[in-house]
């Protein structure tokens, strides 16, 4: 319904006129504020290359430009939900455009890379609003179930394309001016979205029942940030360093506390009940594996093509057409599948195709910079994830009673933005640990001037091998850059095959997993399904959108 100050609550689907008042300025607004906030989420892909030439960053501070961005989304997106129920869905999406301007505009003027850091943590924090924001604010003005699903689809097209576009828009930019020319056009789309927001968007609140949940909040953050620290730090600082050591130690103890709060809690941000569904558990456990793959595997063909091998930013970007695009083209025929095929046999078909094309990128040359071969493995990966992205809400919403598809999507969201957090830092791991050993292999079975293997023994402990593969020509240490560009080719191929090792587990899971969950069946596999108090159905969560 409409309150007196033009506010909208979110109703259940209802039958009424064929629009709500408000619908198509609503879709309008949500459209252009999830696609800046996927800009801002691809922008750096098709720039690492130049951050590390320009800024002298070595691996795990590369790591940190995309980890920090998904960390804050992934920390605060439970919250977030809530505050936009509680204080407005425009408003929240508001804040967060807004975040999202001063994050670029940081990263714009960024002197070093731990500036540059803290603008991808702005923008992940702008980005973690925009996204629940929009949506809610969407279905709160959609009439009834299928024209959210319509609103949804759009929606998601245009998060699809803004994943799509922005490598390429940052290559293009980066290459007639600077990298920081990318972020400033970034600053002024943010402006355009908070334009189109205010004065087209309708804003609704939905604050029944609604409260925050701090403990569960604080110890999530906590737990998981120090975690993927000791993860991007390990490889480089040492896995027995101090700092590591606490870092997941003490990681480790507030996400047992986590567990612990939100098994008590009132209104917990995580309802860990939904577990006892057996389709729901596999269909998580699958979405924060599959997604870690996918992730993974874009991080490490953007470190492949620009830090290893130095190629320009708009040749680094094309690949990502392929490896992000089908999710955009492709979202009528999934749609159509989803309505013809077991969304199960989706998932364990898109997980497979994503793990032959990181196979297949396993055994590119690193010494070759033609873009040829790189074509069938993205295209593979690109069309797996389309199959795969949709699937998995998909199936979270069909295994529970639908009072409790609100809960199961945003769940589910949430775990799938964990497995696109967990990609770059997995990656980074195992790539620059592996690298780090074989140079170090590398480095004492050659033959070097001892002036020339002293210099880039130095380098390599400083910054890592990709430091020494950044060495211009007659630099102390540059004679050694093919040993580092091979020892780096290593390390990143078997990051891919854990990408390909994690995609087949993911298929796996849903291709066995789900044997004998009967299409519909709520509980999953009989059992009663778990029926957390005071969570019903909400409409900002049920569509479960596709998100990158």
């Not at 007196?4 to 689907?13: D, L």
């Not at 300025?25 to 252009?32: D, V």
């Not at 989420?41 to 960053?57: E, H, I, K, R, V």
Request: one cysteine or more; glycine letters at 12%.
């Amino acid at each position: 319904m409409t309150l007196n100050n033009g506010t909208t609550t979110s109703p259940g689907p209802t039958a009424g006129a064929a629009r709500m008042p408000g619908y198509a300025g609503t879709l309008a607004a949500a459209c252009g504020a999830v696609f800046v906030a996927q800009v801002a989420n691809a922008l750096p892909a098709s720039l690492n290359g130049l951050f590390q030439q320009d800024l002298n960053t070595h691996g795990s501070q590369l790591t940190w430009i995309t980890a920090a961005f998904m960390i804050a989304v992934v920390c605060f997106e439970f919250t977030f939900g809530v505050l936009g129920d509680l204080c407005g869905r425009r408003r929240l999406v508001l804040a967060g455009t807004a975040l999202v301007a001063v994050g670029s505009t940081v990263a714009a003027l960024a002197p070093t890379v731990q500036v540059l850091w803290l603008g991808a943590a702005l923008n992940g924090l702008g980005a973690g609003a925009m996204f629940p924001g929009s949506l809610t604010a969407l279905t709160a003005v959609t009439r009834d179930a299928r024209q959210r699903a319509h609103a949804v689809a759009v929606w998601s097209g245009f998060l699809s394309a803004g994943a799509a576009v922005s490598p390429l828009l940052g290559g293009v930019f980066a290459r007639i001016g600077s990298w920081r020319g990318s972020f400033w056009v970034l600053v002024g789309l943010t402006l355009i979205s908070m334009v189109l927001t205010m004065t087209l968007a309708t804003e609704s609140k939905a604050p029944e029942g609604r409260t925050l949940d701090v403990a569960g909040q604080v110890t999530f953050a906590l737990g998981l940030v120090l975690v993927l620290y000791g993860a991007v730090e390990g490889p480089e600082s040492g896995w027995t360093t101090l700092p590591v050591i606490l870092s997941l130690v003490l990681g480790a103890m507030f996400l047992a506390a986590f567990v612990v709060v939100e098994l008590g809690a009132e209104s917990p941000i995580f309802d860990l009940r939904l577990f006892r569904n057996r389709a729901f558990a596999v269909t998580s456990a699958a979405a924060v594996v599959g997604m870690l793959a996918f992730l993974g595997a874009c991080f490490a063909t953007s470190m492949w093509l620009g830090p290893l091998q130095h190629q320009d930013p708009i040749r680094v970007a094309l690949p990502f057409l392929l490896l992000q695009g089908p999710a955009f083209l492709l979202i009528p025929v999934v749609s159509r599948l989803l309505h013809r095929v077991a969304p199960s046999w989706l998932l364990t078909s898109g997980f497979a195709l994503m793990a032959v094309g990181c196979l297949l990128c396993a055994r590119l040359d690193v010494t070759d910079p033609r873009l040829g071969a790189i074509v069938a493995p993205a295209l593979l990966i690109g069309v797996g994830f389309a199959l795969t992205v949709s699937s998995v809400t998909a199936v979270a919403l069909g295994s529970v009673p639908p009072r409790l598809a609100g809960m199961a999507s945003a769940t589910t969201n949430m775990l799938r933005d964990l497995g696109f957090a967990l990609g770059p830092v997995v990656v980074g791991a195992v790539a620059l640990s592996g690298a780090g050993s074989a140079f170090t292999t590398n480095l004492s079975g050659t033959v070097l001037p001892a002036a020339e293997a002293s210099a880039a023994r130095e380098i390599a402990a400083a910054g890592g091998p990709i430091a020494v593969n950044s060495l211009p020509p007659g630099a102390p240490g540059s004679a050694a850059h093919s040993l580092a560009l091979d020892a780096l080719g290593s390390g990143f191929s078997t990051a891919f095959l854990v990408c390909a090792a994690a995609a087949a587990v993911a298929a796996a899971l849903t291709a066995f997993g789900m044997i004998g969950v009967r299409a519909g069946d709520p509980a999953g596999d009989g059992a009663p399904s778990p029926v957390p108090p005071g969570h019903g159905d909400r409409p900002e969560t049920a569509a479960g959108a596709a998100r990158l």
